[in-house]
């Protein structure tokens, strides 16, 4: 018996010890995703996918500049050297593309490459139309509806309208390469051996457990070719899931570390980014029912939230406060006339103007929330602090906590449902990456569901001015200036109820060096080093 | 013998059936729907209308029931939503890492499970029978997938030994071993306190007879003696290790989705959560079917083992 647990001790002592380092350069990215992103192109789960498999692998005519920090992430030149719209037809866009670039497969980029990817989204009948990545990002290039090819390295692009957006669209429109997809003509074949032209490409695939890629030594961007040698990501959906992977070494990154674990993460020497970027944390409010079709209550529930308290206290500073759509500092947030602090005096009485009184005519509200869910950082705690502020003003919330596909679910189909019309809000996180996102779809009265998901409905003949407007100005800087002033208006017509902008919080081992966290959803993994 | 069996297996397809028609109707009355959950949050209803237009999500229920039903009789569990890969893939691929997770949590269990409960029956009220008990209990009361938790905070957190999570990557015996010690033991720990129960109860009445006194009163050796009451005790010990090891396969939901070990029950979280249903139904499928056949094994093997039993 003793030589028999002495044994068992060996082969338990053999097995625990640690395994070989592993190679040098690897990067293992735990990420948010319960799933590997879709690898086939048109990649999925929302911009996380885009993050890490789709700029990898992919590249689209337009890209972000992810190299800085210290401003808003901007467009620049991608597989498109330039790009112009036609002066004689505002309709077309013509764009000149990067010559000498391949893709994974040795086959040439081109015409006919952008082409074949134009198709694979909004070309129904055609042989390599795929249903699935359409699904995904066809939404994203509305705007555009067709293509043609001038010469090998032009193509001009159609609009249903004459719109400024394009660049804003075609930046998610990833290329694939035709020669790689007509060796299966099959997409999911295809997402298992991909070929792309981005600084990374794929080398082994497991689905559901890792994604494997190497660095692209050929890549046409000589500035960006990858330092590290090999990049691993890790679908990780369970917050302390990452958080023991990256502390017991098996990562050595992860996306959005639980807030609680930043304070003991820093003291043992883990980095913490943080960034402004295109979020926003809000209560959208429904404007055609009491209490929230009244400005003045609008107004007095968002100087009645604590917002440092939130972004202090409970998220260890991993937010900052929301005193709009955008955060002070981005080109669209102008000079609103209403700063909004954290002041429940005067919240009680722009309450008490609006006729409302606690004994004879409470504010009472019915807010639909998640109870997790992307970007939705801590649901269920940051709303009991918000109910407890309106609480103190005067405003009584009922919480109803769904999962977060529900809300989703709930919140397309807009108010006016038998299920949702005892409600007065919801509880969603925004991106506001381009005008489309941030104001078209949710201030237009053309988008009222189910055209799109204007669900409040906000009508604003002004703010409808405004963004038809910037659509029609070329200028990127008059058209900065356009939506500023619709800014101003919203916040001012306080159609929801602002709260936080996340600062996307990673938590990177002390072995990872030289990553810039940009002011973007998206990141640039060239620049990184391990060890 | 053989009508018995074939009988068993004609009631197994009524059972299949009602197990998928309730898996399909319960993913069907869960609000959202498997296309709006992989289509991105921005998206609008009529987007994804569309999308599920395509997909054939639009056809009332009872219709893709029955075509998934009709697909299925031709052996084919379809595509899953959220990869498109073939379901048979995923479903062989995550049976094959629940199989070795339950044989290995098994294994540990029964050994252990068995020592303890044998020590424990032959120092009846000394300090280890208080000890081996006191295991049995804390084996049993403990939720597993908390202990899961506390593993990984020591082992893999505190002392950096052991993967948190995941299956191993890289080849070999040593990885494979690391990533699958502390899901082992997670998943262990009840059917050990079970096993050390029963196993010292059963040695215990085996003890407690007139034959034992008798051997010891001819002056057999204790090592003797112990031979005897284990052999008596053996079938009832046999018969709970059976049951233990069919709940190991299925049990591991929970302690799966704490390790993210890639097995069946870490497929069928994943599976609910992305409202994935034709993985959710092929999972359960399969599963229902190990089921079935796994009950009949027992029953046939208890035949075989006890003539007194017999299956008509």
């Known amino acids: 018996m003793r030589r028999m647990i002495i044994v068992l001790l060996a082969v338990a002592l053999s097995v625990s010890l640690p395994g070989l380092a592993s190679a040098q350069g690897t990067l293992r990215i735990g990420m948010t995703a319960s799933d590997i992103p879709y690898t086939g192109g048109q990649t999925d789960n929302g911009f996380e996918g885009f993050r890490f498999v789709g700029y990898q692998i992919y590249e689209s005519l337009i890209a972000w500049d992810l190299t800085r920090g210290d401003r808003l992430a901007p467009l620049v030149p991608g597989l498109a050297e330039s790009w112009e719209v036609r002066k004689d037809a505002p309709t077309k866009w013509v764009f000149k593309l990067r010559k000498g670039v391949t893709f994974h497969d040795g086959s040439p980029f081109n015409a006919d490459a952008v082409i074949f990817s134009f198709e694979s989204i909004k070309k129904k009948d055609s042989p390599h139309f795929d249903t699935y990545g359409s699904g995904q990002v066809g939404f994203r290039i509305a ?301 237009h009265s053309k988008s009222v569901v189910p055209v799109a998901v204007n669900t409040m409905p906000y009508i604003n003949p002004d703010a409808d001015k405004l963004i038809d407007e910037a659509e029609r100005t070329f200028d990127i800087n008059k058209q900065n200036e356009v939506l500023a002033r619709l800014h101003e208006i919203i916040v001012d017509d306080a159609p929801w109820i602002f709260v936080v902008h996340d600062q996307n919080p990673r938590a990177l081992s002390p072995k990872v060096k030289g990553f810039v966290q940009p002011q973007s959803w998206f990141v640039d993994l060239t620049s990184v080093t391990v060890r | 013998m053989w009508v018995y069996v074939g009988r068993r297996l004609l009631l197994a397809i009524p059972t299949l059936l009602g197990a998928s028609i309730i898996v399909f109707a319960m993913v069907h009355l869960a609000p959202g729907d498997p296309i709006a959950a992989v289509m991105p949050a921005e998206s609008s209803k009529a987007e994804i209308e569309a999308t599920k237009r395509a997909y054939g999500f639009d056809k009332p229920l009872a219709v893709q029931y029955l075509v998934w039903l009709g697909r299925v009789a031709t052996g084919d569990l379809g595509r899953s939503i959220a990869t498109r890969r ?182 069928l979280n994943l599976a609910i959560f992305q409202r994935d249903i034709p993985v959710l139904q092929g999972v359960i499928l399969v599963l229902a079917t190990f089921f079935v056949l796994l009950n009949l094994a027992v029953d046939l093997l208890q035949t075989l083992v006890d003539p007194r039993i017999v299956r008509h």
Not at chain 2, 125 to 151: E, N, Q, T
Not at chain 2, 190 to 202: C, E, K, M, N, Q
Not at chain 2, 206 to 220: D, H, S
């Open chain 1, 143 to 443: 705007s555009v509806i067709g293509v043609s090819k001038v010469d090998d390295h032009t193509v001009e692009f159609e609009t249903n309208k004459p719109t400024s957006f394009v660049p804003y669209q075609l930046c998610y429109m990833l290329i694939v390469s035709p020669t790689q997809w007509q060796k299966f003509k099959d997409w999911r074949k295809f997402a298992e051996q991909p070929s792309g032209t981005g600084p990374f490409r794929v080398t082994k695939f497991v689905p559901r457990e890792r994604l494997e890629l190497e660095a692209n030594k050929t890549y046409w961007d000589v500035k960006r070719r990858p330092k590290i040698d090999k990049l691993v990501l890790l679908p990780m959906p369970e917050p302390t899931t990452r958080l023991a992977a990256l502390r017991s070494g098996q990562v050595d990154w992860i996306e959005v570390p639980p807030p609680d674990a930043i304070p003991q993460l820093k003291s043992a020497g883990f980095t913490i980014t943080l960034n402004s970027y295109p979020h926003n944390w809000t209560h959208t409010l429904r404007l055609d029912k009491e209490p929230w079709n009244n400005k003045l209550v609008r107004k007095a529930a968002n100087y009645a939230i604590d917002r440092v308290g939130i972004c202090k206290n409970l998220l260890n500073d991993t937010c900052i406060p929301a005193t709009g759509v955008v955060y002070p500092g981005h080109p669209w947030f102008g000079k609103p006339k209403e700063t909004y602090s954290y002041n429940p005096a005067k919240a009680k009485e722009l309450l008490r103007q609006a006729g409302f009184d606690a004994s004879k005519h409470p504010a009472k509200a019915v807010h639909l929330i998640s109870t997790s869910g992307s970007g939705q950082m801590l649901p269920l705690a940051m709303n009991e602090l918000i109910q407890k502020n309106l609480k103190d003003v005067g405003i009584d919330v009922d919480l109803q906590p769904v999962e977060w596909n529900t809300l989703l679910t709930r919140w397309r189909a807009g108010f006016k449902t038998p299920e949702n019309e005892g409600l007065n809000a919801w509880n969603i996180s925004w991106n506001f990456l381009e005008p489309w996102s941030g104001f078209g779809r949710f201030f």
């Open chain 2, 86 to 267: 073939p379901v048979i893939l995923d479903v062989r691929d995550a049976l094959a890492n629940s199989l070795v997770l339950a044989l290995s949590s098994s294994l540990l269990a029964f050994v252990l499970g068995v020592g303890l409960g044998l020590l424990a029956a032959f120092r009846q009220g000394r300090v280890l029978d208080k000890v081996a008990s006191g295991m049995a209990v804390v084996g049993v009361s403990v939720p597993h997938y908390w202990a899961g938790i506390i593993l990984i905070i020591v082992f893999s957190v505190q002392l950096n030994w052991l993967p948190a999570m995941g299956a191993a990557n890289d080849p070999g015996i040593v990885p494979y071993l690391r990533h699958i010690a502390l899901p082992t033991i997670a998943l262990a720990l009840i059917p050990l306190g079970v096993i050390t129960r029963v196993v010292r109860s059963a040695a215990l009445d085996i003890l407690n007879q007139e034959f034992v006194l008798a051997l010891r009163a001819k002056g057999l050796a204790a090592r003797r003696v112990f031979t005897h009451v284990v052999k008596n005790s053996a079938p009832q010990i046999l018969t709970v290790l059976g049951l233990q090891f069919g709940f190991q396969l299925g049990g591991s939901v929970l302690v799966e989705s704490v390790f993210s070990w890639p097995g069946t029950g870490y497929l």
